[in-house]
């Protein structure tokens, strides 16, 4: 798509504008050269996924574009950057006929199979060999999309086939969709485009992680998050969930009259190659060929071991025709192509039995009812335990005691009860009570409207207690390595931890006279214990477990005073005009500092040596680093790798965790190695030493 010249002359682009931005002389002649610019880092970004600019100055090159369109209105066009977010709600959507039915593919899942397909299709097309394209067969949910004159005019579900929901507005938020392409340069006046919608697997991870930290259950698998995602009617919010497309089959297409004795492309594989040509996520880099089925069954074989190393889903492969004269001599049935075979890897899904439920106190209180089902394998892990969410989870499940259920784990994801199946049930099955009382304190459960799980108000129920103190050691937390789930509940039954500060007041001696414990292990305790008093502040919010305060609020949260003390005079309308701070973790933040429990809990924490001044924060903008990214190799004269990477952080920039070419700055100590010869052979990479880093610090 970009030639090295032209990527050359672009980044020479960006960096003009980046320099008439500050000296603030955009001009209004610029406007499409501006478009240009962004359009190309849109490309660099979520096609390439190997980004020349930080967020921060694709952002402000953005608002640029902004700021020179709403001054000129007249020159805003429908494929401009800016025009990708819409304003208002869909109401319903519409739906609107495919251009070609949207077909489905035939499956199959032995190389027996493989090679019945290879023969059938020779016999149907009449030759000796064919030559085959294989894909990844990409697990998410299928659109049409549908560009005239070079503009996206549509995107549509695939619905039952022959029409679907009209989703525009959605599919117009994924940057990976090109809003123009230029087909008109290969004759191409209409073209119906088929494709995949998915959200990898890291973006997945996160958006369960937000749901989780709300007690509300994950979404089962990166598809259903995908499916579900292209329905929500709020455009606004499905750009923030970083959908990504790939485009893997042209369905229609018609031809100026001109080029109609030219076909612009004539077998699969070239397809793939003009749609990436143009700009498009299609599987250029993933797409292989080769001739006869022998190849395609070794190639089926060897890649599904590759499967997990993949950033998104894929459930198989495609196997296609590659010649698109043999394509249409084969035709098709009503339900799929007699030219192509999906090979299905296997399920990441098994049956099993829901043997009970237990009912797990967690540190707020939460209820989580948990499954205990017969062991059973799925994609490399015995599978025992799974979490039930809440009540309403159960019910609309209809999950029973006894009940076959069906179980999936995709990819890393944690496992999830998909269905139970009452067609199998044979009458002892029973339903589970949930309990009205505390399983462990068995004070009366309370449900606030609005809120999904029950909880336990007790805030000195043990099932509380222990597992505060266990979130307050944990890795994510303060760190106190060693201090476990297994040592913190030995501890408080032998009645020396009752709260986090107690953890400051260990007898060591007496533990050393524990058995299990000796000089050293005691010791290396004492140690991750001393340790923990000056983590950082936003570890120590994050560690106290106030409700719905994740790691990136109490990073907010923390950033915003400097000294854990001052959040108590915030209102929860202070509170709210912080970043990502919403109405209910403001109410939250609020209510913990108002509780004189608590802040009588701080001042003995404080008492105890444990840092509560925010000693990184430094001037109101408490950055300097924003934008900026950094690496960290080889021994450094005076900081830990952990200090300097906070460093960062806490001053507004990224730490990443390898040599790419987005990254700015490798600061190299003693004995740097692989990293820094790999950042040698960037040129854009800066190589500093931590004497130079500091003073990027120190200079604001
Ligand atoms: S070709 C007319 N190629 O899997 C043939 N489909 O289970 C159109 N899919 O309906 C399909 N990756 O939604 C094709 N590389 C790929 C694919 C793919 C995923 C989906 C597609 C299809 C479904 C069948």
Redesign the pocket.
Known sequence: MYSKQATQQLQHETAAFQKELREGKIRAREIESLRNVLRFHEYRYAILADPLISDFEYDQLYKALETLEREHPDLVTPDSPTQRVTSGLTREFTQVPHLVP????DNSYSEEDLVDFDRRARELAGVDELEYCV????DGA?ISLVYEDNLLVRGVT?GDGVKGDDITANIRQIRSIPLSADFAAHGIKQIEI?G?ILINKKNFKQYNEQLAEQNLPPLANPRNAAAGTLRIKDPRIVAERNLEGFL??I?YYTQTGARRSHPPFRTQAESISLLWELGFRS?EKEKHLFRGIGPVVDHVRAFEKTRDELPYEIDGL?I?VNDLAIQDKLGMTSHH?RW?I?FKFKARQATSLLRAVEFQVGRTGNITPVAKIDPVPIGGVTVTSISLHNEDFIREKDLRIGDSVLVERAGDVIPYVVKSFPELRKGHEHRIHFPEKCPVCHHALHKAPGEAAWRCLNYNCEAQVTQRIIHFASKDAMEITGLGEALVNRFHEQGWLQDIASIYELPFEEIEKLEGFGKKSVQNLRASIEKSRTQPLHRLIYGLGIRYVGETTAKTLAGSVDQLMDLADFSPAQLQELEDIGPKVAASVHEFFSNPENIRLLKKLEALGVTLRNEKRQGPAGGGLEGLTFVFTGTLPTLKRNEAEELVESNGGKVLSGVSSKLNYLVAGEDAGSKLEKAKKIDSVRIISEEEFLKMIHKK
């Not at 949207?102 to 593919?105: C, D, E, G, K």
């Open positions: 949207m077909l489905s593919l894909e990844p067969k990409f299928s695939r088929r995949e893997y089959h369905s599987p495609v296609k192509p192509a999906a």
